[in-house]
């Protein structure tokens, strides 16, 4: 079936209080898809999030955000007593911590031991968790993941019920003094930092800082660690896209302490030896960038749709890979943008002169509608999905971005107002009807 979808991760939601979360707006928004003729909702991890803000810099990669837990759900439980909610127009880190986080764990207090002993026996890991995130009150940990859980599975249910597929979002690196690294240090190196090479997004590419596998250690066990987090992430979404998946074939690997990512070298993955050990899984391969034909050919081997990012197209020539008349084969995700683009109208609107006249002249627009004329390119593409952030049929600008890449301060902070107006909905539907996707 060919799909159609939103990027739009759960911060981003225009719940009460200083984050979106899984309450009211999204199940509202899930419904709002559906009236928008999509199939599919893509969200960001939904792990802990890192410094800055970050989904991508989890000190965890099996626990859950509990600030993304509905406090208005909490209330309709008995868990909490009614609450004034502060407005704020973006994600406002001060009040997650001084505000939000206290009325969960007031929450978390009340909930059943029982309850919290169930869900720990089946999740064996929280206990690592707990201990590492709050060593004073680690049932309070327990019950917060237990929590995001049972929201979680009520949101998935509706989607479920609504005919949408939830795809989720690994990042292939833990963060290198998180939990994970602390629990099981001999699965890791720590003499090199991971990282990209120049590119498209840097000039002098990107260090990360995590740590790289010790991939000998992982084979000894079978994979089991992946194992491990792939099928949380498969409890959470039908789909998991897998970021920078190109590391499994080869990654780049930075000497730790080096300045930049400029002074590395590429180092073997395990290939298609992990994925044969973990089974079926229905994937999608993040396989932007320095993309090598051994990366190609493990993608292929797999099954598993690669990216097509539509703003990238336009820079170059007309044989350029990204542009829709190139496509090889349906295989694909076809994406406006992604989190780590600019929105539809941003990119526009600072691209070079060159690219603005090839996209005038290749979708015959005169570029006042670019969002939405990105939109339609992406929804009449080959591809089986295509997805567009929630920001370009918002028709938003460069202030709407959600990250920037190799800058750590402002970025996933953009929340919406209000949920988009049933008239967006009814033009989406008619794109999706249109290019036959739903």
């Not at 992982?218 to 194992?227: I, S, T």
Request: hydrophobic share 45%; aromatic share 10%; net charge negative.
């Amino acid at each position: 079936m060919r799909r159609a979808g939103l990027l739009c991760h759960i911060s981003s939601l225009p719940s009460r209080g200083p984050i979106g979360d899984l309450g009211p707006a999204a199940h509202a928004f899930a419904e709002w898809l559906a009236r928008a003729g999509c199939q599919s909702w893509q969200v960001l991890p939904l792990n802990p999030m890192g410094p800055g803000l970050s989904p991508y810099a989890s000190p965890s990669a099996l626990a859950a955000e509990p600030l993304l837990i509905s406090l208005d759900r909490l209330v309709e439980e008995g868990l909490l007593d009614p609450f004034d909610a502060p407005h704020t127009g973006s994600v406002d880190e001060a009040l997650l911590h001084s505000w939000k986080r206290p009325l969960l764990e007031q929450a978390a207090a009340r909930v059943p031991v029982v309850e919290v002993d169930e869900w720990a026996h089946a999740h064996l890991w929280g206990q690592a968790w707990a201990r590492f995130r709050s060593p004073e009150a680690p049932r309070i940990e327990l019950a917060l993941q237990m929590l995001f859980d049972r929201q979680w599975a009520a949101l998935r249910a509706r989607c479920d019920a609504l005919g949408i597929e939830l795809i989720g979002d690994v990042p292939i690196f833990v963060s290198g003094d998180g939990c994970d690294t602390r629990e099981r240090p001999e699965l890791f190196d720590f003499s090199v930092s991971a990282g990209v090479p120049p590119d498209y997004f840097s000039e002098t590419g990107q260090l990360w800082g995590n740590p790289h596998y010790a991939w000998e250690a992982h084979r000894a066990e079978g994979f089991a660690w992946w194992k491990a987090r792939m099928e949380r992430a498969l409890e959470h979404c039908h789909v998991v896209r897998v970021d920078h998946f190109r590391g499994f074939a080869g990654a780049w690997a930075v000497p730790k302490g080096a300045e930049n990512a400029i002074q590395g070298e590429w180092v073997e993955g395990p290939g298609m030896e992990l994925f044969e050990a973990l089974g079926p899984m229905p994937l999608i391969a993040e396989d932007l960038g320095l993309i090598t034909p051994d990366v190609e050919a493990l993608r292929e081997d797999l099954g598993a749709p690669g990216m097509k990012i539509l703003q990238f197209a336009f820079g170059g020539e007309a044989d350029h890979a990204f542009l829709p008349h190139n496509f090889k084969g349906s295989n694909w995700v076809a994406y406006t943008g992604t989190h780590d683009n600019d929105t539809a109208r941003g990119w526009y609107e600072s691209a070079p002169a060159e690219a603005q006249h090839r996209f005038r002249l290749m979708l015959a627009t005169a570029g006042h509608d670019c969002a939405w004329d990105l939109v339609r390119l992406t929804w009449s593409t080959v591809a089986d999905r295509a997805i567009a952030q929630l920001q370009d049929v918002l028709d938003l600008g460069g202030a709407a971005r959600m990250n920037v890449p190799g800058t750590v301060e402002g970025n996933w902070r953009w929340r919406t107002p209000s949920l988009p107006a049933d008239s967006i909905a009814e033009r989406l539907a008619r794109l999706s009807w249109a290019f036959s996707r739903g």
